[in-house]
C-alpha cells in the first residue's frame, strides 16, 4: 500500500499539505479578490468610464467647435457685406451732403453778388447825383462869371429867384 500512496515519490503528508495549500490559496484568492481585486476593477472601471465620457465631450466640443467656426466663417462674409453696405451708405451720404452744401453756397453765392450788384447800382446813383452836383456847381460858377461880367447884382439876384421858382422845391431836397 505503500506504493499506492507514494505516486511519483510523494508521500500523504505532501498530499495532504498541498491540498491544505491549494484550498488556503484558493481561499486567499476569494479573499484578496473582494479586498482588492474588486476595488482595482471597480477603479478600472471608473477610470473607463472616465475616459470615454472625456473622449465624448471631447467629440461635443469638437462639434461645437466646429460649429462655431462655421458660424464665425459666416459672420466673417456677413461683416465684409455689412461693412461694404455702411460705406456705400455714407458715401451716399457724403454724395447728398456735398450736394446740400454746393447748393447752399450757391445760394449763398447768388445772394452776395445780388447784393454786389444792389451796392453797385447804389453807388452809381450816388455818383451820378454827385456828378450831377458838380455840374450844377460848374455851370452855377460860368454862368456867374458870364452873367458878372454882363450883369449887374440886381439883375443876377432877379435871375437866381426865377431858376429856383422854376426848378421848385422838390428837386433840390432830393
Do not use: C
Amino acid at each position: 500500500m505503500e506504493e499506492m500512496t507514494r505516486l511519483f515519490n510523494l508521500d500523504a503528508q505532501l498530499f495532504h499539505d498541498l491540498i491544505l495549500m491549494a484550498i488556503a490559496i484558493f481561499f486567499l484568492f476569494l479573499f484578496m479578490s473582494k479586498l482588492l481585486f474588486n476595488p482595482v476593477r471597480k477603479m478600472l472601471e471608473e477610470r473607463r468610464a472616465k475616459i470615454a465620457g472625456d473622449i465624448e465631450a471631447a467629440e461635443g466640443d469638437k462639434k461645437e467647435a466646429a460649429a462655431l467656426k462655421e458660424d464665425y466663417e459666416s459672420r466673417l462674409k456677413n461683416i465684409e457685406k455689412e461693412a461694404e453696405q455702411i460705406l456705400s451708405e455714407a458715401r451716399q451720404k457724403a454724395q447728398k451732403n456735398a450736394a446740400r452744401i454746393e447748393g447752399e453756397a450757391r445760394e449763398e453765392a447768388a445772394r452776395i453778388i445780388a447784393r454786389a450788384n444792389e451796392e453797385a447800382e447804389l453807388s452809381k446813383k450816388r455818383v451820378m447825383d454827385e456828378v450831377k452836383q458838380e455840374m450844377i456847381t460848374v455851370a452855377s460858377m460860368m454862368a456867374a462869371k458870364v452873367v458878372a461880367a454882363n450883369i449887374d447884382a440886381a439883375v443876377q439876384d432877379t435871375l437866381v429867384d426865377e431858376t429856383l421858382r422854376e426848378m421848385g422845391e422838390a428837386t433840390w431836397q432830393s
